[in-house]
């Protein structure tokens, strides 16, 4: 603050002012900014939410300042924008998975056991290495010194996938593919066999209840016909994969206690 300002706030204080707001001033009466423009700026927002300023400008015929103040001040509307999702679903999808999210959660209510008894299974590429996270490369500096510098770093081009299975209690198996390799339904049972050897090991106990439950991606790996075939086998008739929207209906079956 200015030297005059300061002694214009000091003469207010010694008269008996306490606040530091400015007080209310009467100005000119908004003639734009009326309930019936914020009315009509709405009824074209829900027509159209991907409407610009621009556009709802030229239709009202009033300034870009008042819809943007109707949007924001009236209205408490704020332009985001759509974020990327794996897929849309339909309103029908919606309501099956709530229903089922609800029939699990009864099920885990009820049967305190019913959560471990879950083998999932998982990929992920891991790369040979990370670049520093602006974080990690932050340090103190003085005033004195120049701002540190860093080269652009993008993520290693030398990855392996790592295939893993895992439940409550943590890792179960895992295992990575070897360089060059396919991940096709003959390397995916040859996983699928010793991971099993893994389980009957570390989680003797859920190998001897035999009412696990194999959880998996729904890709074509998964879903082949040698995949299902093997499953089907008697050595490995425990398990049975399917999308998570399935599970409940599977936790229920009596096959799984075979």
């Known amino acids: 603050m200015s030297r005059a300002r300061c002694f214009e706030w000091y003469a207010r204080f010694k ?7 400015d007080e209310e001033r009467s100005g000119r009466t908004s003639t734009s900014s009326t309930p019936k423009h914020v009315e009509t ?22 300034l870009y300042g008042t819809v943007q103040t109707s949007l924001t001040s009236d209205l408490n509307m704020h332009r985001v924008a759509a974020k990327f999702v ?21 099920r885990a209510v009820g049967c305190p056991s019913f959560m471990s008894r879950f083998i999932i299974e998982d990929e992920s590429w891991v790369c040979g290495y990370d670049p520093e996270t602006k974080h990690q490369s932050s340090q ?11 080269a652009r770093q ?19 198996h895992h295992e990575f593919v070897p360089e060059g390799q396919t991940v096709n339904a003959e390397f995916y049972c040859n ?18 209840a035999g009412n696990r439950l194999l959880h998996d991606d729904n890709a074509p790996t998964q879903r082949a016909l040698v995949t299902r075939d093997f499953l089907a086998h008697k ?24």
């Open 15 to 21: 008269r008996g002012r306490t606040l530091v707001e």
């Open 41 to 62: 700026i709405l009824r074209l927002v829900h027509e159209n939410r991907r409407r610009t300023n621009k556009d709802i400008v030229t239709i009202v015929n009033v």
């Open 86 to 106: 794996p897929r849309l679903l339909t309103p029908e999808q919606k309501e099956r998975r709530v229903a089922i999210c609800q029939e699990l959660r009864q």
């Open 140 to 150: 103190w500096k003085s005033p004195g010194f120049p701002r540190p510098k860093k």
């Open 154 to 172: 993008s993520r290693s081009a030398n990855k392996s996938m790592l295939i893993e299975f895992f439940d409550i209690r943590g890792i179960v």
């Open 191 to 208: 996983v699928l066999r010793r991971s099993w050897e893994n389980i009957r090991r570390k989680r003797h106990e859920l190998w001897c």
């Open 235 to 258: 050595d490995v008739s425990h398990f049975r994969i399917r999308p998570i929207h399935q599970i409940w209906a599977l936790a229920t079956s009596s096959s799984f206690r075979r």
